[in-house]
């Protein structure tokens, strides 16, 4: 079955800039999603098509993908972006990254 | 406001069965495809199963096939997951969601029913 790999954490200070990859096998050829999940609130989507922000997300967060790598990118960190970020990709089924924790130090 | 909200999570013993429901609102839901996501304690979540508009195609995750069935009521607005022969690594926080579709992900998500078997 397809996986998707992520770090298990990330850590940042305030303002700087945070990366959170995700890897899998011929990634470049499917599209990624992120989303953003913080202690007892339901997932967030803040991109989908590997770029494309949706309504009402910053414009801190983006997205890239290159080879077998996606990159979630948050600009200017802040505080109230520490949580839990997961990819997602769909091979034959949808398929999620185990997650990685980011923490704002 | 579009949204959706799951119900019908509880404890069941090992080989028991459940009904989880997931009421939507604020969007015409018949023109969506629905989604379970689960995550289990210390996990990361899992997709369980999809169903497209209108109830007729539906899939799942490997470990469920044979225990679980989507369904949905356009009429009621609501999604269903039947959970039957349930075991301990089905002990999760289940998610409704709404599918955007394969390159858009989840836009709208509930904020989860819990699941837990234990005897």
């Known amino acids: 079955s397809y996986e998707l790999t992520q770090p298990p954490s990330v850590s940042v200070s305030p303002g700087e800039t945070a990366s959170i990859t995700c890897s899998g096998d011929?990634?470049?050829?499917?599209?990624v999603c992120w989303y953003q999940r913080k202690p007892g609130q339901s997932p967030v989507l803040v991109i989908h098509?590997?770029?494309k922000r949706p309504s009402g997300i910053p414009e801190r967060f983006s997205g890239s993908s290159s080879g077998n790598t996606a990159t979630l990118t948050i600009s200017g960190t802040q505080a109230l972006d520490e949580a839990d970020y997961f990819c997602?990709?769909?091979?034959?089924?949808?398929?999620f990254g185990g997650g990685t924790k980011l923490t704002v130090l | 406001e579009v949204q959706v909200v799951e119900s019908g999570g509880g404890l069941v013993q090992p080989g028991g069965s459940l009904r989880l429901s997931c009421a939507a609102a604020?969007?015409?839901?018949?023109?969506?495809?629905m989604t379970w996501v689960r995550q289990a304690p210390g996990k990361g979540l899992e997709w369980v199963a999809n169903?497209?508009?209108?109830?007729?195609?539906?899939y799942y995750v490997d470990s469920v096939k044979g225990r679980v069935t989507i369904s949905r009521d356009n009429v009621k607005n609501a999604l269903y997951l039947h959970m039957s022969s349930l075991r301990g690594e089905d002990t999760a926080v289940y998610y409704c969601?709404?599918?955007?579709?394969?390159?858009?992900?989840?836009?709208?998500w509930g904020q989860g029913t819990t699941v837990t078997v234990a005897s």
């Open positions: 969601a709404r599918l955007v579709g394969i390159w858009d992900g989840l836009d709208v």
């Open positions: 604020g969007f015409t839901f018949s023109n969506w495809w």
């Open positions: 169903i497209n508009h209108d109830g007729n195609e539906k």
């Open positions: 011929k990634l470049e050829h499917k599209y």
């Open positions: 098509q590997d770029t």
């Open positions: 997602q990709a769909w091979d034959s089924s949808m398929v």
